[in-house]
């Protein structure tokens, strides 16, 4: 007999990241970061939180809302192209789209909890909060299935070398410089290691020797050759009449994107000449 269970959300997460390439698979402590988990008011949840700031991290039980499928069979974003069941990955294409999280707790302020790196978009709806207790949470010794083979993998330098040709460099400057967007190291750090197509990287072959790899509300087109990963040039991800249409009010980083088009109206590589 199928049971239908009733969640409510708790809070929602606000970090800023409104697309997922924005969100690592798995938060990087080493950088400096600033999340917050705003609950909701009327619920008494001042009170909840009480004693929690003791606490250096805590477990956050969360859904995966931007997921409305699930799949037995899944292609992890680490590691070589190979589906894998979904109960042995993190995949967000589950059953029951629950996502479980042990964050940094730098802070509590009346009903918002201010969280360290977090792999959480905007919006995401919590349902718990839990104590990370190390006497019981932590076991460095366990057995991590494949994910060991990709570690051990991971461990070795980046095969590739990535670089920038003066188009790519100028548009990344004026990313930085006039929007504050910028993308290179997420770039580098994924082509360095593997560069070849794959649909969950969202790496994908263009016309000719091209590749395209998507970076949420932006992409970037490259070639390989040899050891060496060239990205020629940086772009848009959606089109102008998608941007301008006032239909579709949730294009994230629009604004910049219009801006963008409009000094280099074709970033995108010509197809190869026919011979």
Same mark, same amino acid.
């Given at each position: 007999?199928?049971?239908?269970?009733?969640?409510?959300?708790?809070?929602?997460?606000?970090?800023?990241?409104? @697309?997922?390439?924005?969100?690592?698979?798995?938060?990087?402590?080493?950088?400096?970061?600033?999340?917050?988990?705003?609950?909701?008011?009327?619920?008494?949840?001042?009170? /909840?939180?009480?004693?929690?700031?003791?606490?250096?991290? %805590?477990?956050?039980? &969360?859904? *995966?809302?931007?997921?409305?499928?699930?799949?037995?069979? @899944?292609?992890?974003?680490?590691?070589?192209?190979?589906?894998?069941?979904? *109960?042995?990955?993190?995949?967000?294409?589950?059953?029951?789209?629950?996502?479980?999280?042990?964050?940094?707790?730098?802070?509590?302020?009346?009903?918002?909890?201010?969280?360290?790196?977090?792999?959480?978009?905007?919006?995401?709806? %919590?349902?718990?909060?839990?104590?990370?207790?190390?006497?019981?949470?932590?076991?460095?010794?366990? /057995?991590?299935? &494949?994910?060991?083979?990709?570690?051990?993998?991971?461990?070795?330098?980046?095969?590739?070398?990535? #670089?920038?040709?003066?188009?790519?460099?100028?548009?990344?400057?004026?990313?930085?410089?006039?929007?504050?967007? =910028?993308?290179?190291?997420?770039?580098?750090?994924?082509?360095?290691?593997?560069?070849?197509?794959?649909?969950?990287?969202?790496?994908? #072959?263009?016309?000719?020797?091209?590749?395209?790899?998507?970076?949420?509300? &932006?992409? /970037?087109? *490259?070639?390989?050759?040899?050891?060496?990963?060239?990205?020629?040039?940086?772009?848009?991800?959606?089109?102008?009449?998608?941007?301008?249409?006032?239909?579709?009010? =949730?294009?994230?980083?629009?604004? /910049?994107?219009?801006?963008?088009?409009?000094?280099?109206?074709?970033?995108?590589?010509?197809?190869?000449?026919?011979?």
């Amino acid at each position: 007999m199928e049971l239908a269970l009733t969640l409510r959300p708790i809070g929602f997460i606000r970090s800023g990241k409104h @697309v997922k390439f924005q969100a690592r698979h798995q938060p990087l402590e080493t950088e400096a970061e600033r999340n917050v988990l705003e609950l909701l008011p009327g619920a008494n949840y001042e009170m /909840a939180v009480r004693d929690l700031a003791g606490f250096s991290r %805590v477990w956050l039980v &969360w859904w *995966f809302h931007r997921n409305a499928t699930w799949r037995p069979l @899944v292609l992890p974003p680490r590691g070589p192209a190979r589906r894998r069941g979904v *109960f042995a990955t993190r995949s967000p294409h589950r059953p029951n789209p629950l996502g479980l999280t042990p964050v940094q707790l730098l802070g509590v302020e009346g009903r918002r909890l201010i969280l360290g790196a977090c792999d959480l978009v905007e919006g995401t709806p %919590v349902f718990d909060i839990k104590p990370y207790i190390p006497t019981y949470d932590s076991f460095p010794d366990a /057995a991590a299935g &494949w994910h060991d083979e990709v570690d051990a993998a991971l461990s070795t330098p980046p095969q590739f070398k990535v #670089q920038f040709s003066s188009l790519a460099e100028e548009q990344g400057e004026w990313l930085l410089t006039t929007w504050g967007i =910028d993308y290179r190291a997420r770039l580098v750090e994924l082509l360095s290691r593997d560069p070849s197509p794959h649909r969950t990287r969202r790496i994908r #072959q263009r016309q000719g020797e091209h590749l395209e790899i998507g970076c949420g509300a &932006w992409r /970037a087109f *490259f070639t390989v050759e040899g050891s060496t990963v060239t990205v020629i040039a940086l772009d848009a991800a959606y089109p102008p009449r998608f941007l301008n249409d006032p239909k579709l009010d =949730d294009i994230p980083d629009r604004a /910049a994107q219009l801006a963008f088009l409009a000094r280099w109206p074709c970033s995108e590589p010509p197809p190869p000449t026919k011979v």
